[in-house]
């Protein structure tokens, strides 16, 4: 899995300095800046919301899974933009990984 996400973080990486905006949606992402970027990052925040409000009546998750992917999607391109790669929110969460989330959270408190 994180072979895919590396895989990604070097398409975005290549894609953030090129002057391709109307070939590369990436491109034109980061033409766009950071603000574009954060907008696009809760519109698809609400998209992945609402889907899975509907595949909890549904009982399909298909449209969740879709939409959960654009999430993420964006939100990379978001790292990226800040000069971060995917392997920080891998490295993150392994961190995290043997703690409980409740200590997790008292510790961000403090």
Not at 11 to 39: C, Q
Not at 90 to 110: V, Y
């Amino acid at each position: 899995m994180s072979d895919i996400l590396s895989q990604l973080g070097d398409i975005l990486e290549s894609r953030k300095n090129t002057a391709e905006g109307e070939s590369s949606y990436v491109a034109s992402l980061h033409a766009k800046g950071l603000n574009k970027i954060l907008e696009k990052i809760g519109e698809e925040a609400v998209e992945t919301i609402i889907a899975a409000k509907d595949a909890q009546t549904s009982g399909d998750n298909s449209d969740v899974i879709y939409e959960t992917a654009d999430l993420w999607f964006h939100t990379l391109v978001a790292l990226s933009n800040l000069g971060e790669r995917p392997e920080a929110v891998i490295d993150e969460l392994a961190r995290r990984f043997n703690m409980s989330g409740l200590t997790e959270k008292a510790n961000r408190n403090s």
